[in-house]
């Protein structure tokens, strides 16, 4: 079965550091795969997504995603980050011939201090 | 363009009872689909819809039903509600066939409180 894991639940980064988060996905064919951030007490917004092709992603906000199917990892990245960043990131995979069924990654809190 | 609406934004019912949720996606877009999010299973997809049709199904109980209108506007049911269907309900629409490499659109959820 399809799966995401994102194995931090929680990081703290200072203002202006670089930032890094893991995803492990579990998916045998070629995935689709996103990245997704939430604010408190809002909905999901896309940062970015791989299909095919280059395998380093560039997203809204500053962010970037690698794609290593090597090592089944898709890290979202971001070389220096602001206070407004502080939110809940997700990992996704989808999965199926057709439609929006994803497979979230139980999600990593980013914590950014002054 | 007006984002993805969901209706109502805060609900409080008691056991046994049942409830509709409702979500308006952007217009234009065709495919809408349900999420359950809890803080104990996290991001759970319920269903999704693509011109009236269901198309994919989670791994929910036959309590949890939705359905999709000629407008694209879509709802969701929850009959005879458990503690356990306490959670944030979001909805998400997509532009064009609803594929999987298409940008999904979040609203910013029902938040369900079971008591």
Redesign the interface.
């Given at each position: 079965a399809q799966s995401v894991t994102q194995p931090d639940i929680h990081i703290t980064v200072s203002e202006g550091a670089s930032l890094e988060l893991r995803c492990n996905y579990s998916y045998g064919a070629t995935p689709y795969l996103f990245w997704y951030v939430q604010s408190p007490g809002q909905g999901l917004q896309l940062l970015l997504k791989y299909f095919s092709g280059d395998t380093l992603v560039q997203g809204i906000k500053g962010f970037e995603a690698e794609f290593k199917r090597s090592q089944s990892s898709f890290n979202l990245r971001k070389p220096s980050v602001h206070w407004s960043d502080a939110a809940e990131y997700f990992c996704a995979v989808a999965t199926g011939p057709y439609g929006n069924k994803l497979v979230f990654g139980a999600g990593t809190i980013l914590r950014v201090k002054s | 363009k007006a984002g993805?609406t969901q209706t109502p934004r805060y609900l409080i019912k008691t056991r046994g009872q049942q409830v509709t949720l409702s979500c308006s996606p952007i217009s234009g877009h065709r495919?809408v689909?349900w999420?359950q999010q809890t803080p104990g299973q996290?991001?759970?997809?319920l269903f999704?819809y693509?011109s009236e049709t269901q198309?994919?199904k989670?791994n929910f109980p036959g309590r949890f039903s939705g359905r999709q209108f000629s407008n694209s506007r879509s709802e969701m049911n929850v009959s005879t509600l458990e503690l356990g269907d306490s959670a944030l309900y979001?909805c998400?629409s997509?532009p064009l066939?609803?594929?999987?490499?298409?940008?999904?659109f979040?609203?910013?959820?029902t938040q369900l409180s079971v008591l």
């Open positions: - | 993805v495919s689909s999420y996290g991001l759970q997809f999704e693509f198309r994919n989670g979001l998400a997509s066939w609803g594929g999987a490499n298409e940008k999904l979040f609203g910013s959820g």
